[in-house]
């Protein structure tokens, strides 16, 4: 597979703004691979860039990564993997039937973005990212939110947003257990089990916990125990009595519908939110749009104990509207790419690319969905000359 080398960067080390967010992705640290000549800490990462606009916004990110690696003394590997929607129509699959095996040995996943008009959204989903978070116990998804330079929010007087939605990702109400019957009959029916383990539950609340007593102590959790009255209530017990370990940590319980509008009124009474599979999809979603931009916000899926690769990832879709158009905002990649960095133990440099992009937009450099004229090269030059100086 194609491999880019890292290009300079000459910018002071020592830049170490603390996003809490991260705190307790960057928990465990990360067993270093080093180059045997030159010493320099040395990753591999495969690279997804997949449809539509990912081809587009995945470049940029690289860019920008390869622009702060050295400069921050480490290397990366890029392994470009050309799955997706086009793997898909060629072969039946939307990668090949080893491709677990391929990503295993690397240290992360990077994503552009999967979909097309002509499969089923179903197909995009679980025939590639869902096999990837559960292979590789993928269980945290996380989605910080926060109201960048030159974004305005939707909701009146919001300017300041900052908060966390702490998603499990492999169980709950994305299951595989159910089934259609008598299909095309007047009596046609469709059942979707939900599955909730102990250990499931227990583990995203923990990392919601440990990550809430680095921020403000308050967690709250999504639940929908008045109406879904196996599932719910079971999360709730085990969330509360997980939570009641963790000292100065109080978790609030709210039903998942007043809570939507409660993100939507009153948004910074949220801090950390903890929730299920389907509950947290929404939720994020939500809180992205309510800072004012989905195509900005990134998204990680992380195995915390790092015992396999982690998935980052925009939150955007492919928009095959505007694809190849040359006006793709490549912000949530890039910041997926600085998640990224920061669970691989590379915090300086993670910091210091959230800064250069959140500087190229505070200096009036925005793509047209932010209501810029700034194209997505351009853009990628604005950050790419910030990753050149001190942040």
Same mark, same amino acid.
Request: glycine fraction near 10%; include cysteine; charge should be negative.
């Given at each position: 597979?194609?491999?880019?080398?890292?290009?300079?960067?000459?910018?002071?080390?020592?830049?170490?703004?603390?996003?809490?967010? %991260?705190?307790?992705?960057s928990?465990?640290?990360?067993?270093?691979?080093?180059?045997p000549?030159t010493?320099?800490?040395?990753?591999?990462i495969?690279?997804?860039? =997949?449809?539509?606009?990912?081809?587009?916004?995945?470049?940029?990110?690289?860019?920008?990564?390869?622009?702060l690696?050295?400069? /921050?003394?480490?290397?990366?590997?890029?392994?470009e993997?050309?799955?997706?929607?086009?793997?898909?129509?060629? /072969?039946?699959r939307m990668?090949?039937?080893?491709?677990?095996a391929?990503?295993?040995?690397?240290?992360?996943v990077? +994503?552009?973005a999967?979909?097309?008009? #002509? *499969?089923?959204?179903?197909v995009?989903?679980?025939?590639?990212?869902?096999?990837?978070r559960?292979? !590789?116990h993928?269980?945290?998804?996380?989605?910080?939110?926060?109201?960048?330079? =030159?974004?305005?929010?939707?909701?009146r007087?919001?300017?300041?947003? #900052?908060?966390?939605?702490?998603?499990?990702?492999?169980?709950?109400?994305?299951?595989?257990?159910?089934g259609?019957?008598?299909?095309?009959?007047?009596e046609?029916?469709?059942?979707?089990?939900s599955?909730?383990?102990?250990?499931?539950?227990?583990?995203?609340?923990?990392?919601?916990?440990?990550?809430?007593?680095?921020? %403000?102590?308050?967690?709250?959790?999504a639940? @929908?125990?008045?109406? *879904?009255?196996?599932?719910?209530?079971?999360? #709730?017990?085990?969330?509360?009595?997980?939570?009641a370990?963790y000292?100065?940590?109080?978790?609030? @319980?709210?039903? *998942?519908?007043?809570?939507a509008a409660r993100?939507?009124?009153?948004?910074?009474?949220?801090?950390?939110?903890?929730? %299920?599979? +389907? !509950? $947290?999809?929404?939720?994020? #979603?939500?809180?992205? =749009?309510?800072?004012?931009?989905?195509?900005?916000?990134?998204?990680?899926?992380?195995?915390?104990?790092?015992?396999?690769?982690?998935? !980052?990832?925009?939150?955007? $879709?492919?928009?095959?509207?505007?694809?190849?158009? =040359?006006?793709?905002?490549?912000?949530?990649?890039?910041?997926?790419?600085?998640?990224m960095?920061?669970?691989?133990?590379?915090?300086e440099?993670?910091?210091?690319?959230?800064?250069?992009?959140?500087?190229?937009?505070?200096? $009036?450099?925005?793509?047209?969905? +932010?209501?810029?004229?700034? %194209?997505?090269?351009? !853009?990628?030059?604005?950050?790419?000359?910030?990753?050149?100086?001190?942040?």
């Amino acid at each position: 597979m194609p491999e880019r080398q890292p290009g300079p960067g000459e910018i002071p080390a020592g830049y170490a703004r603390h996003q809490s967010w %991260s705190a307790a992705a960057s928990a465990v640290p990360t067993t270093l691979r080093r180059n045997p000549v030159t010493g320099t800490r040395q990753y591999t990462i495969d690279v997804i860039a =997949g449809d539509g606009i990912g081809q587009e916004v995945m470049p940029a990110a690289l860019r920008c990564v390869d622009a702060l690696a050295d400069a /921050h003394g480490f290397t990366v590997r890029w392994r470009e993997r050309d799955w997706g929607s086009d793997h898909y129509r060629a /072969h039946g699959r939307m990668m090949p039937a080893d491709g677990i095996a391929q990503l295993a040995s690397g240290d992360g996943v990077l +994503l552009g973005a999967v979909g097309a008009p #002509d *499969i089923p959204d179903d197909v995009t989903l679980w025939g590639l990212l869902i096999p990837i978070r559960r292979e !590789f116990h993928q269980y945290v998804n996380l989605r910080p939110i926060r109201i960048l330079p =030159g974004v305005t929010s939707p909701l009146r007087g919001l300017d300041e947003l #900052d908060l966390v939605v702490v998603r499990e990702n492999i169980e709950g109400e994305y299951s595989e257990v159910g089934g259609r019957l008598y299909r095309g009959r007047p009596e046609e029916m469709a059942v979707q089990e939900s599955v909730f383990t102990r250990a499931g539950v227990t583990r995203i609340a923990r990392y919601a916990a440990e990550l809430a007593q680095q921020r %403000s102590g308050r967690l709250v959790s999504a639940t @929908k125990s008045n109406g *879904i009255i196996h599932t719910m209530p079971f999360w #709730d017990e085990v969330v509360e009595a997980t939570v009641a370990e963790y000292p100065g940590v109080t978790v609030e @319980k709210v039903l *998942i519908d007043a809570l939507a509008a409660r993100m939507v009124l009153k948004p910074r009474s949220v801090d950390v939110v903890v929730a %299920s599979n +389907l !509950f $947290g999809d929404i939720l994020s #979603d939500l809180a992205a =749009g309510a800072a004012g931009s989905i195509g900005v916000a990134p998204s990680a899926n992380l195995n915390p104990e790092k015992t396999h690769p982690s998935m !980052f990832e925009p939150v955007h $879709g492919s928009a095959p509207d505007i694809a190849g158009q =040359g006006i793709a905002n490549p912000v949530g990649t890039m910041w997926a790419a600085a998640m990224m960095l920061d669970h691989l133990g590379e915090e300086e440099a993670a910091r210091h690319l959230e800064s250069a992009f959140e500087q190229a937009m505070a200096g $009036g450099t925005l793509t047209g969905d +932010l209501g810029g004229t700034a %194209s997505t090269e351009e !853009f990628t030059r604005a950050v790419l000359a910030r990753c050149a100086t001190a942040p």
